[in-house]
C-alpha cells in the first residue's frame, strides 16, 4: 500500500473555506493601506544567503532555510573539509541562497537596489510569507505571513501617527477591540542612564519587556542576576509600575528622567504622536506602556504593539522606528518606520469570536441542474447572464441523478438552484428554488438574478 502523502512539520494546506478567512483579512489589510497611500512591491522568496546572514543575530542566522546550490555542490569541498568542517561552515559551501526570514531585510535590500527609482519618503507595503526553520508549536509555524507596511526617506513624527490610524482602523474593520501600547526607545535609553546602567540597556529592557507574562517578582529576579544592585532594581520600580493616564504618566517620567536628554527627547516625540492622535481620534485605546520593548537592537524611536482585550493571545501586531535601515548595505543615514500585522493571529482571534461576516465566506450563489445535452447548453448561456450581473455561477458538469446534484450544493452551502427543463426552455424562464426555505418559482433569468441579488 502506497505511504500517504504528509506535508513539512510547521506548514498548513488551506481548504476554501480557510482560504477565503484568510483572504478577507488579507484584502482588508491591503485596503487600509491603500487607503493611506502605501504601495504594494514584492520580493523574491529567495535571497542570496549573503543578503540575509548576519542580519538576524546568531540564532537568527541558525533560523535561515538554506537552499542548496544547483548541480554537483559537493565538487568545491574537499574530503578532508568535508570531514572536519562545521554544519555552518558546509552551508557556507554549498549554499548560495536562502529563504526570506523576514519582508524588513528584503526591504532594505529592494531600497539601496533601486534607490535611484524611488521618490522618497518611499511607502511601501508587502504581503507575502516568509520562512523559519524554527520548532513548530501552537501559534508558531515555519512558514507564515507578514503584513507589513513601512515608510522611508523621512524623519517626521506624522508617519507614525499615520501607521496608528492604520492599525485602529483595521481592527475598526475587523470588529476586534484593542489596546494599542505605545512606548519609545529613547525613554527606554533615558531610564537606564538615570539608573547608572546605560550598559545593561538590553538586559533591563528584556527584563521589563516580560512583566505581564511573569510578574514582577521574577522580573526583579532576572535584573538582579543581571548584575543590577539592589539600588538600580529600587529605582526602577516606579518606573515600571508607573499608572494612570498617557499625560500623567509623561509628567511622572520626565521627572524622573530629567537628567537624560535622550529620555526627555523620546517623552516629546511620544507627546506629540499621542496629541495628534488624539486630534484625529481613535476608536481604541492608546496607552504609554513604559514596559514595553520590542527588539532594542532594532529600534530607535518610537515603538509600538497590538493585544486583542478580548482573547487571550500574544502580540497581533508591532512596530517601530528605526534609524539607519539600508546601513547593513552601505546606504547610512535613511530613517524609516514600520507596522506589520499577525495574519495568523488575527486569524485565530476572528474565529473565536466570530467575527467573519456571511460575505467573508461567500461561494457560488446559483447552480443550475442539468438534465442533459441540450438543456445544459441553454443553461450555459444563463449562467453567462448571471456571472454578468455579478453573481458566482455554476452549471453542474454531469447530467447525475437529481439527488446528487442537489446534494452537491447542499454541501457547497449555495442558496438557489435553478431548474432548467424542456418547458422552462420553450417558456424562456427558470424554476429557481430557495435551498433555505424550499419556495419555488418560475422567473426570467433577469428577475431571478435580481432575486438573488437583493437576498
Request: hydrophobic share 40%.
Amino acid at each position: 500500500m502506497a505511504q500517504k502523502p504528509s506535508i513539512p512539520k510547521g506548514t498548513r494546506d488551506f481548504g476554501p473555506t480557510e482560504m477565503a478567512r484568510r483572504n478577507y483579512i488579507f484584502d482588508t489589510i491591503r485596503s487600509v493601506y491603500r487607503l493611506y497611500g502605501y504601495r504594494p512591491i514584492e520580493t523574491p522568496s529567495m535571497e542570496n544567503l549573503s543578503t540575509l546572514m548576519g542580519k538576524y543575530g546568531e540564532e537568527g542566522d541558525k533560523l535561515l532555510f538554506k537552499i542548496l546550490n544547483s548541480g554537483d555542490f559537493t565538487r568545491s569541498v574537499s574530503t578532508q573539509l568535508y570531514e572536519e568542517a562545521t554544519a555552518p561552515q558546509l552551508a557556507a559551501k554549498f549554499c548560495e541562497k536562502g529563504l526570506r526570514y523576514d519582508l524588513t531585510v528584503p526591504f532594505a535590500r529592494y531600497v539601496v537596489q533601486h534607490r535611484e527609482e524611488l521618490q522618497l519618503p518611499f511607502k511601501r507595503y508587502q504581503i507575502q510569507p516568509v520562512w523559519r526553520a524554527d520548532k513548530p508549536q501552537r501559534g508558531r509555524y515555519r512558514e507564515f505571513y507578514q503584513c507589513d507596511a513601512d515608510v522611508v526617506g523621512s524623519d517626521s513624527l506624522l508617519n507614525e501617527v499615520e501607521l496608528l490610524q492604520i492599525i485602529d482602523e483595521v481592527f475598526r474593520r475587523f470588529g476586534i477591540r484593542v489596546a494599542i501600547k505605545l512606548n519609545n526607545r529613547k525613554i527606554l535609553t533615558g531610564i537606564a542612564e538615570v539608573m547608572g546602567a546605560a550598559d545593561k540597556i538590553i538586559d533591563i529592557t528584556v527584563a521589563i519587556d516580560k512583566l505581564d507574562k511573569i510578574g514582577l517578582d521574577a522580573v526583579n529576579a532576572e535584573l538582579a542576576s543581571a548584575g543590577l544592585s539592589a539600588e538600580q532594581v529600587e529605582t526602577l520600580q516606579p518606573i515600571i509600575t508607573l499608572s494612570g493616564t498617557n499625560a500623567e504618566k509623561l509628567q511622572e517620567i520626565r521627572r524622573v528622567l530629567a537628567a537624560s536628554a535622550t529620555g526627555l527627547l523620546g517623552c516629546q516625540e511620544v507627546e506629540t504622536v499621542i496629541e495628534a492622535v488624539e486630534r484625529g481620534g481613535l476608536t481604541n485605546a492608546l496607552e504609554l506602556d513604559l514596559t514595553l520593548a520590542r527588539g532594542l537592537n532594532y529600534y530607535t524611536g518610537c515603538i509600538v504593539e497590538v493585544k486583542a482585550l478580548d482573547v487571550e493571545i500574544g502580540s497581533i501586531t508591532g512596530g517601530g522606528r528605526y534609524d539607519n535601515l539600508t546601513g547593513i548595505f552601505g546606504m547610512p543615514g535613511l530613517s524609516g518606520v514600520g507596522i506589520s500585522f499577525g495574519a495568523d493571529r488575527i486569524y485565530d482571534v476572528l474565529g473565536q469570536l466570530d467575527l467573519y461576516p456571511a460575505e467573508a465566506e461567500a461561494g457560488t450563489q446559483l447552480l443550475f441542474i442539468n438534465f442533459g445535452a441540450a438543456e445544459a447548453a441553454h443553461c450555459l448561456q444563463l449562467a453567462r447572464a448571471a456571472r454578468a450581473a455579478g453573481i458566482a455561477t455554476e452549471v453542474y458538469p454531469d447530467a447525475a441523478k437529481m439527488k446528487k446534484q442537489m446534494a452537491y450544493a447542499n454541501a457547497r452551502s449555495i442558496p438557489f438552484v435553478a431548474l432548467v427543463g424542456e418547458s422552462e426552455m420553450q417558456a424562456g424562464v427558470l424554476t429557481l428554488k430557495n435551498m433555505a426555505t424550499g419556495e419555488q418559482q418560475q422567473l426570467s433569468i433577469a428577475d431571478a438574478v435580481a432575486l438573488i441579488q437583493q437576498t
